[in-house]
């Protein structure tokens, strides 16, 4: 059954869920290998894509948290293995110099097509106009992250801004939510959690007691098998808004 009467207070993520931001890696992998196929070359950017998206899965499954943190970093590592694993099939080895090229374009690519999402800060402004009380929770790197609440217009929106590499822990760790809503002076009952990744913006608030929101910004619906369960899927943060009485 949909709730429909808003909560004391929301905590929110930001990239995917407010920020267009790394969602659809294979579109963006694509895109940047397509830039180099003449480096590539013999081998077609679109085979050399596959082979990047499949390493940055691997190495993400799998990931500790500072690798959250070293983001640049761990985009080198990603295409490296790429390499490796393309070399392993037969292909000419590429070099590393190719490879930091390629990971440190696609960190610039995906900063220049972040954009926010329709109606996110109006529906933000609005939750905040009726009382709701708003924290930002996100994970990443202090300064990147920061950078992108100014760049986007976001400090004045929310009571509390939550970076993970400013506070030294992050989603999906419980002391990341404990301390938002300490915060803003809320319990788990008062609380509703917003986000686009199903572990930590569900099944770990939910195990706290807070009520758990998936964005599904395209669409796509739960995994197949997916044993986890949201509270509610959106697509927009607008439809968290009340519909105003006629």
């Given amino acids: 059954m949909a709730v429909t009467r808003l909560p004391r207070a ?10 267009s931001a790394y969602g659809r890696p294979e579109i963006a992998w694509n895109k940047i290998t397509a830039e180099f196929a003449d480096e590539l070359a013999p081998l077609p950017p679109d085979q050399v894509a596959a082979a990047l998206l ?39 080895a590429l070099p590393d110099d190719l490879a930091h090229r ?35 929770v996100t994970n990443g790197a202090a300064d990147m992250q920061r950078a992108k609440v100014e760049r986007f217009a976001l400090t004045h929106r929310f009571d509390h801004i939550q970076i993970e590499g400013e506070h030294g822990f992050g989603k999906p760790e419980e002391r990341a939510y404990l301390h938002a809503m300490a915060a803003l002076g809320v319990t788990a009952a008062d609380t509703w959690m917003v986000g686009d990744n199903l572990e930590w913006e569900v099944v770990a608030p939910q195990r706290l007691g807070i009520y758990a929101i998936w964005m ?6 739960l995994p197949p098998g997916s044993a986890i369960k949201p509270d509610r899927i959106i697509r927009s943060l607008t439809e968290l808004v009340p519909a105003a009485r006629t």
């Fill in 10 to 19: 929301m905590l929110i993520d930001m990239d995917d869920t407010i920020l």
């Fill in 54 to 92: 499949a390493s940055a899965r691997r190495f993400w499954s799998t990931a500790e948290p500072i690798w959250r943190i070293r983001l640049g970093e761990a985009r080198r590592l990603t295409v490296k293995g790429g390499f490796t694993a393309l070399a392993a099939e037969g292909h000419r």
């Fill in 102 to 136: 390629i990971a440190d374009r696609f960190t610039t690519y995906r900063e220049e097509e972040m954009f926010v999402f329709p109606g996110a800060h109006e529906a933000i402004d609005a939750l905040k106009a009726r009382g709701v009380r708003l924290a930002l």
């Fill in 216 to 221: 599904d910004v395209h669409g796509e619906g």
